[in-house]
């Protein structure tokens, strides 16, 4: 019996320990640029890692969304292009910007209109199984994120 309860606290202090790395991910700025009917929307905030190892982000939901999917956006010959990624990395001790010319969120088909004012929330998959809670708010589709 004491080797059991030794084996059920040694799983909770592990459980412990890996969740609170999880919390050490800290997304924060959120905004999406809605664009009108049901046209995709681009989501951008900043993660920050503050532990001494990297994670990468590999998925993301989103209640308001039938899709969300991780884009990188970029400029090749004077082309703009847009590219669907399966991870991206968060270096540790590092930040990660998802914004406008760069990585984002792209949201697909809204369940709902979303306008301008209204939050999003959108919950990013982490490649250690964690998951990461983030608010982001609407904004116009002239918005630039200054």
Do not use: C
């Not at 590999?58 to 703009?80: C, E, F, K, L």
């Not at 792209?106 to 929330?121: E, F, I, R, S, Y």
């Amino acid at each position: 019996m004491m080797l059991r309860s030794l084996a059920i606290a040694l799983l909770l202090v592990a459980g412990a320990t890996h969740a609170g790395d999880a919390t050490k991910i800290v997304a924060t700025g959120g905004w999406v640029r809605v664009l009108p009917g049901s046209l995709p929307a681009g989501g951008y905030l900043t993660f920050e890692n503050r532990s001494d190892r990297a994670v990468s982000i590999v998925g993301a939901q989103s209640p308001q969304y039938a899709d969300a999917m991780i884009h990188r956006s970029s400029t090749d010959g004077g082309m703009g292009r847009m590219e669907m990624v399966d991870s991206v990395a968060v270096p540790a001790n590092g930040k990660l910007v998802f914004g406008p010319g760069g990585y984002h969120v792209m949201l697909m088909q809204p369940k709902h209109a979303v306008k301008p004012g209204d939050t999003v929330t959108v919950t990013f998959t982490l490649s250690d199984g964690a998951s990461i809670p983030a608010t982001l708010v609407a904004r116009p589709a002239n918005a630039t994120g200054l």
